[in-house]
């Protein structure tokens, strides 16, 4: 690519920011990655497992040398960073990767102008976490949403197009909008599922009678869909919800009200209803399968035909 | 495996049906299996994919020369059906393999002792329907719950056992238990799952500013997951819900404490309180993989790495 981020930094070495770090290498042009993370054992092990080509021990340090700082730490922790990107030098590049923008968008109105922050969300993930976690296609075929500050300077538009250009070399399709706008988009699309499936998770713990072992027989009855998405880094999602919180509140409302129609159709007995909610989701399931975002195999694939 | 049922009958040709069709060729011993569904095109189909081999053109002419018949329709057809076997020959074994069992045990209770009502469930099954859908393997290393009828004669106990070995020939794992605490386990483990799935997907089509393609497009975030169990058949899953109204009224009630517990904290910003829901999840996960009933790899191995 033309112009390819040379140094990187990885604040913030999980799953999401170790993608990156293999995908900037081995499709962008990066030739360095320099890695800080919180934690100085996962910097140990960003290091040895040649996620990183060095480990910074300071955010200062790692911010010095690089042409792209890439935030990849948990949403609440962006609030924090930015502040300390202010003395950057001039020109250089900040991305964060985080699940809602709004939020980190507020953080960044302090930063001077020679620092160029461009909030990227790349939709794609694992239930897996950790610099191991990682992998260089993580992004490809995937949607990486980026909402840009409101400022029109050719300098920032330039290291937007470079942002845009990146993503692309990772193999995602790129698309721009309000981070308003995403932030409900992902609530319905992401924020929600999530938190559906982890309530979903626990209630099951609640219920005396039914004991974890039978949760964990049975579960290909259907609940283990959820366990994966359930499985997700906690603190990871923690920050999200506390960062969306109007989003999400919006539609957990929706959902709740079509939960209590559910609920009285089957108090009711009423089969026509419930059939008819039913048979809609068909449609969609479809579009996402042509949409190259699903594999249509039958379980994904996950059982064997014989 | 000794004594098998040489002849079946299949009644209702859809996923499972068909499965056990197959199943019971390649590995019971079963050498004809005469299909009955209410739709001539479903029994022409399932004729002409050699998924069963003679198409009888009543229910009496299917069970009249078969010694297992197979109940495979909606569980809202059994209790028509059930009626409809009293003057089948005498030791007919009739089983069905719907998802809730006490309204099918009620429904048994005016069988002459000659037929040997066998409930079974085997926990197992794809997003697909039809008689194209089925496979020799969808049973192996799945759990068939029998939840047997009240009777203790031997007779009858010679016909549970058959059933119990055909099932393990089909590769499964075979529990016994009442059908009251079936019913209540499943509420958790397959019900309430379905239920939850298709009221998020009913939902997202709600939100009037975030339209049906971008629900597609980002549906990687986790949305995709609910949209699997999601497009299930409506008309089974309809009669599920009718059928097993009071445990899953019962689980749905503690889904939705534990939601409104869930929904205060982000409106809190308890993130303390977020963080330890989420994190109780994981070890259900990993007693999932390692109890065999799903994937280790990251979002099923549907994505492939590099």
Chains 1, 2 share one sequence.
């Not at 959902?255 to 209803?273: K, Y």
């Amino acid at each position: 690519m033309d112009e390819p981020f040379e140094t990187i930094a990885i604040v913030g070495i999980g799953l999401i920011g170790s993608s990156v770090a293999h995908a900037a290498r081995a499709s962008a042009g990066t030739t360095k990655v320099v890695g800080y993370d919180l934690s100085a054992d996962v910097r140990a092990e960003a290091l040895r497992l040649g996620v990183i080509d060095e480990a910074a021990d300071s955010l200062e340090n790692a911010v010095a040398q690089s042409d792209l700082v890439v935030l990849s730490t948990p949403v609440g922790a962006i609030g924090k960073i930015l502040p300390q990107l202010a003395s950057a030098k001039a020109g250089t590049v900040v991305m964060d990767v985080g699940s809602c923008k709004g939020s980190v968008i507020e953080a960044a109105q302090g930063l001077p102008d020679s620092v160029h922050f461009v909030p990227a969300h790349p939709v794609a993930g694992t239930e897996h976490s950790g610099p191991a976690a990682g992998f260089a296609t993580l992004f490809r075929n995937r949607w990486c949403i980026i909402t840009p500050m409101e400022r029109s300077d050719e300098a920032y538009g330039r290291s937007l197009a470079r942002v845009d250009a990146l993503w692309r070399a990772f193999g995602s399709d790129v698309v721009q909008m309000d981070a308003k706008h995403h932030d409900l988009a992902l609530a319905v699309t992401s924020h929600l599922p999530h938190l559906i499936a982890y309530t979903l998770v626990g209630a099951a713990d609640d219920v005396e009678s039914v004991n974890e072992a039978e949760v964990v027989k049975y579960s290909a009855g259907g609940f283990r869909d959820f366990t994966r998405i359930a499985a997700s880094d906690p603190i990871m999602w923690r920050d999200v919800f506390i960062n969306n919180k109007e989003a999400v509140l919006e539609v957990l409302g929706r959902f709740s009200e079509e939960l209590a129609v559910m609920q009285r159709a089957i108090r009711w007995g009423d089969g026509e209803a419930l059939e008819k909610a039913f048979a809609r989701s068909r449609g969609l399931r479809k579009a996402i399968i042509e949409a190259g975002q699903e594999s249509a195999e039958p379980n994904f694939g996950r059982d064997k035909k014989g």
